[in-house]
């Protein structure tokens, strides 16, 4: 079993940063891709960005040229870079990761608990 956890939500103000974090622990090694969710109150779960294990990555259209992921292989780790942070970013960010049966854009083998964003305009 793998287990995430993620750290580094909270409030900000429009237009400001924040850095998440998940970390992995257990059985990393099965890991290929890891990635960040994202969900609002009655919507669904959308794909906020990913990276795979070789470093290639795939962003939201919403987030490109603002969020940066990375991954640091050695920690089972990845982070989320968010700069320009918007009211429509505000949402719960959840972890993602697929085992190496499994990549994007199927749904993740595991998740993260969330951690909340929130921005004030």
């Known amino acids: 079993q793998v287990q995430l956890v993620e750290s580094g939500g909270g409030l900000v103000q429009n237009g400001g940063s924040l850095r998440l974090s998940c970390a992995a622990s257990g059985v990393t090694f099965i890991l290929n891709a890891m990635g960040w969710y994202r969900q609002a109150p009655g919507n669904q779960r959308e794909l906020v960005a990913t990276?795979?294990?070789?470093?290639?990555?795939n962003y939201a259209d919403s987030v490109k040229g603002r969020f940066t992921i990375s991954r640091e292989n050695a920690k089972s780790t990845v982070n989320l870079q968010m700069n320009s942070l918007n009211a429509e970013d505000t949402d719960v960010y959840y972890c993602?990761?697929?085992?190496?049966?499994?990549?994007?854009?199927?749904?993740?083998?595991?998740w993260g608990q969330g951690t909340q964003v929130t921005v004030s305009s």
């Open positions: 990276i795979t294990r070789g470093g290639t990555t």
């Open positions: 993602g990761a697929w085992s190496h049966l499994k990549q994007p854009p199927a749904r993740p083998d595991y």
